[in-house]
């Protein structure tokens, strides 16, 4: 089955053309040649991207089975932190605010500070069956998951954290509140991306409608009518200016597609 999906609305940096992507109900390997697409929440879409997919409601869901938290790969991560909530379990309060489906949290083993997503993943679950954590390379915003993720096993330990939720909140009140796909690039070793685009003048620089945040320089802003390639161009420049002024490579944490 095909939805069409109006990008320029639906991805959270509000920039994509209106495309026809595949709906995936079931697992199988025929929808390996497909570009997955969660919540958008970390897309950079370009006006002819390759054929999408997503994975329907069938994937959200989340169980309690023994030790092990079962969670869909469609799974709002909003809804995982309600969920802990209310049964005590401990370990993804960070997910709070952290937008996206818990697919696209593993493979891009997302997190908040020292928290990430690997600390609590047991298993995926893929069209060639279960693959431990321990096989898939989970590093700082990476991982080596090239394959449809359409469940996830975690740890189910009680405890649930409030104080921690709420301080991890804390951190994103001062987040810029346009359009963005979070941070733009990854930080390199011991410095910050934010810190290197400030240091090349680039904060707060437009193109169009698109702009590196006067409030945090790595969060890559649309104004309004922000553009695919205003979007590259700024990415362009970051990249070129820090590497003459630092020699530093810095390298996208937002997908191009
Ligand atoms: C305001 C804002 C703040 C953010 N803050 C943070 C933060 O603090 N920390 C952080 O880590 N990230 C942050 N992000 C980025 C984003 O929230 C995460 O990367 C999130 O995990 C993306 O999930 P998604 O479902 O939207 O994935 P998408 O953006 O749709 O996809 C991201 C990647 O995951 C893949 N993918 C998606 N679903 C699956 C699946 N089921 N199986 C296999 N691959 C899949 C996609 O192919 C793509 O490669 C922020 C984004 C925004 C907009």
Redesign the pocket.
């Known amino acids: 089955m095909k939805k069409l999906v109006d990008f320029s609305r639906f991805s959270?940096i509000r920039i994509g053309p209106k495309v026809e992507v595949e709906l995936i109900d079931t697992v199988d390997s025929a929808f390996e040649s497909y570009?997955?697409?969660?919540?958008?929440?970390?897309?950079l879409i370009s006006p002819s991207p390759p054929p999408l997919a997503t994975?329907s409601k069938a994937f959200d869901y989340i169980r309690i089975e023994g030790d092990t938290l079962l969670i869909g790969?469609?799974t709002p991560t909003g809804k995982v932190v309600s969920f802990c909530k209310r049964h005590d379990i401990a370990g993804f309060e960070f997910l709070a605010k952290?937008?996206?489906?818990i697919?696209?949290?593993v493979?891009?083993n997302?997190?908040?500070k020292e928290y990430e997503i690997k600390d609590r993943l047991l298993w995926i679950r893929t069209h060639e069956g279960v693959i431990p954590a321990s096989k898939l390379n989970l590093q700082y915003?990476r991982s080596d998951?090239d394959?449809?993720?359409?469940e996830a096993g975690f740890v189910c330990e009680r405890g649930y954290n409030e104080e921690l939720r709420q301080k991890l909140l804390q951190l994103r009140s001062n987040?810029p509140k346009e359009p963005?796909?979070?941070?733009c690039f990854k930080n390199p070793p011991n410095d910050y991306a934010g810190r290197l685009i400030e240091a090349v003048g680039l904060k707060g620089e437009r193109v169009g409608d698109m702009a590196f945040s006067p409030i945090h320089a790595n969060f890559l802003v649309n104004l309004g009518k922000g553009r695919f390639d205003e979007a590259i161009r700024l990415i362009e420049m970051a990249k070129s200016r820090v590497y003459e002024r630092f020699g530093v490579v810095l390298q996208e944490e937002i997908?191009i597609v």
């Open positions: 959270s570009f997955l697409v969660g919540g958008a929440n970390n897309l994975l790969g469609a952290l937008p996206g489906t697919g696209g949290a493979k891009m997302a997190g908040v915003r998951i394959t449809i993720v359409y987040q963005s796909a979070g941070s997908i």
